[in-house]
């Protein structure tokens, strides 16, 4: 009698713990429950809805280019800029800019930049334009339209959407504009400009794009180096040059002095 009722007992226990255990898998797991799904799917429209621009992005916006840097062999001596009046934020106008100045090398680079600073303010606008100014070797594979989340949007929500902690670097974009540095805040020139050298390193072919990738150094003041490296490539199906790696743009600057204070609307309101 005393063996039944043992077994009845360790019989219940393991009962428990398998319902138990099914909850658990089924609330705290990496799957969410369908409530689950739905509130975040109600949080992330509310985002949305409070990242849409309060004004229309009708202004006339204009891109020049300067120098060069050479489509087809590596020429040391070659250095170019790109000077743009004001920073878009809507697609439209990020198109008609990417059309004025990304015909060039260092037109590419600075459409990610200003891709970045929409990114900051508006984060689904901003996405939008960074796949358009980039290859397909930064994109999601399984997202169509999207960035690659773990690699790229992951790290420029820290760097640039966080406010709660040193890491963050909301005047990350005003690091690359001629003028900008730490001991002055990160306060560019007008109108703003994105300065590039080339690197002395091979232009390398790449049969899937059927071109040729170049890389050079994007000018900064807000690294000991004054500079990071940038790749950027002409596919045979593209009208513009894209960025295919850009690392270095979303590793920190360096902190704004304590002295100084950062105008979150200083590009975009």
Request: net charge negative; glycine share 6%.
């Amino acid at each position: 009698m005393k063996n039944n009722k043992l077994q009845l007992i360790l019989l219940i226990a393991f009962a428990i713990t398998i319902g138990v255990s099914a909850c658990d898998n089924a609330n705290f797991s990496g799957e969410k429950t369908s409530a689950d799904k739905n509130a975040t799917a109600d949080t992330l429209e509310g985002d949305n809805k409070l990242n849409e621009p309060a004004t229309k992005d009708n202004a006339p916006i204009t891109g020049t280019l300067a120098g060069k840097i050479s489509h087809d062999e590596l020429n040391l001596s070659d250095k170019a800029s790109c000077t743009f009046d004001r920073f878009p934020w809507s697609v439209e106008k990020f198109q008609e800019l990417q059309a004025q100045i990304a015909t060039e090398p260092q037109g590419a680079v600075t459409m990610v930049l200003i891709a970045m600073e929409i990114y900051r303010k508006y984060p689904a606008i901003g996405e939008k334009c960074l796949f358009l100014t980039t290859t397909t070797n930064e994109h999601d594979p399984n997202n169509p339209g999207c960035m690659s989340k773990d690699r790229i949007i992951h790290r420029l929500n820290e760097l640039l959407r966080r406010t709660d902690d040193s890491y963050a670097r909301p005047y990350q974009v005003a690091a690359y504009l001629k003028g900008a540095n730490q001991q002055n805040g990160y306060i560019p020139e007008k109108p703003y400009t994105v300065e590039v050298e080339i690197m002395n390193s091979t232009y390398e072919y790449n049969s899937k794009m059927d071109a040729k990738f170049m890389q050079y150094y994007v000018l900064t003041g807000g690294k000991d180096s004054g500079k990071d490296i940038i790749r950027v490539i002409k596919p045979w199906d593209s009208e513009y040059f894209l960025v295919d790696n850009f690392p270095g743009l979303y590793s920190q600057v360096k902190e704004l002095p304590g002295s100084k204070t950062w105008d979150d609307n200083m590009f975009i309101k």
